[in-house]
């Protein structure tokens, strides 16, 4: 395969150019949107178990 920039020989399955950089047409998409955080479990542990105390003690004091 020929790079459509310098004239280069490139591998067929080749993403960018190893001469110029250049993009190939056969390259995968790029997503530019950003990766979603992950919530920890711990962190969800955590906030059930003080919504459960919060509940009880509503309930208590009510």
Do not use: D, H, Q
């Not at 110029?20 to 790029?30: D, I, K, L, R, Y």
């Amino acid at each position: 395969m020929t790079c459509r920039e310098c004239g280069a020989t490139i591998a067929v399955k080749a993403i960018v150019c190893y001469k110029c950089g250049s993009p190939t047409a056969e390259g995968p998409e790029v997503s530019r949107r950003p990766a979603t955080p992950r919530i920890r479990p711990r962190v969800v542990v955590l906030l059930l178990a003080i919504g459960a105390l919060t509940a009880v003690l509503w309930a208590m004091f009510k």
